[in-house]
């Protein structure tokens, strides 16, 4: 399998695993809080809806940026019952079905981001499964019905939060030239990656870690995501952090890749 078709596969295993979700939720489900501030469950299916028909009708740039995609969809579909978001959800799952068969996706072919930067279409399948998978968790944490924490979604997740740690700990939490963090995440979806900032300042992943580790920090996996997507605060995970505590602080504190 291509690693096109890995992350399609991951998408519609979320996909479909929220449209399952929904059609189980009770009345009261649909008004839920999220950790997704200021949304209930209903608006993020409302979400979901809208990110998938800026798909289906060929991702084009989009013009306010993430409101477009994010908060528009939620806002037009706010008081409407929930069972229409949920079949409305149901029929531009079944339009993007039939578009992967009849043609097929080119990850080289040039596409945008959501918020607007050109990426490759691959990168912007990746950001598709990363999204329905954090909402997904979204909504079972809201719900109270864990579950698919391994799933291939949360795998492209990983991807993506591995790719964003060099920034996160040279730029955002300004680690010092010459220190090395190490962080370590245990669970369903494990890693162990470590970042060198150079002495330009820049992050850099390390293929394997060295002797010498400024900093460390371990934590379970959903710990690791609902930080890496600021779903909740650095003082509300349950991280172990040794060697120099006060780095470790500041990469747990701007661990968040989402906007």
């Known amino acids: 399998m291509t690693e096109l078709a890995e992350t399609i596969a991951a998408w519609r295993h979320s996909l479909d695993a929220v449209v399952g979700l929904g059609e189980s939720l009770a009345d009261r489900d649909w008004d839920a809080p999220t950790e997704c501030p200021d949304w209930s469950v209903r608006d993020v299916y409302a979400h979901l809806v809208g990110g998938e028909l800026w798909m289906a009708a060929g991702h084009p740039r989009p013009e306010r940026g993430l409101a477009h995609i994010a908060a528009e969809p939620v806002a037009a579909r706010r008081g409407r019952p929930a069972t229409e978001v949920l079949e409305e959800l149901r029929e531009v799952r079944e339009v993007r079905y039939r578009q992967l068969t009849d ?53 492209a997740a990983r991807a993506l939060f591995i790719a964003a740690l060099p920034a996160v700990v040279a730029k955002r939490a300004g680690a010092p030239p010459g220190s090395v963090v190490r962080v370590t995440v245990r669970g369903p979806v494990p890693l162990d990656h470590s970042v ?8 850099r992943s390390l293929p394997e870690t060295p002797d010498a580790v400024t900093s460390v920090l371990t934590m379970g996996w959903e710990s690791f995501a609902r930080l890496a997507c600021g779903r909740i605060p650095a003082d509300r995970a349950a991280a172990e952090l040794t060697g120099d505590v006060d780095l470790g602080r500041a990469v747990l504190t701007n661990l968040s890749i989402t906007p």
């Open 196 to 203: 060198r900032v150079d002495a330009d300042g820049r992050g």
């Open 103 to 155: 043609a097929p996706p080119d990850p080289d072919e040039p596409a945008y981001a959501a918020w607007g930067q050109p990426v490759p279409l691959g990168m912007l399948w990746l950001h598709r499964a990363f999204d329905l998978w954090v909402h997904e968790q979204d909504i079972r944490r809201a719900v109270a019905r864990p579950g698919n924490l391994g799933s291939p979604g949360a795998r």
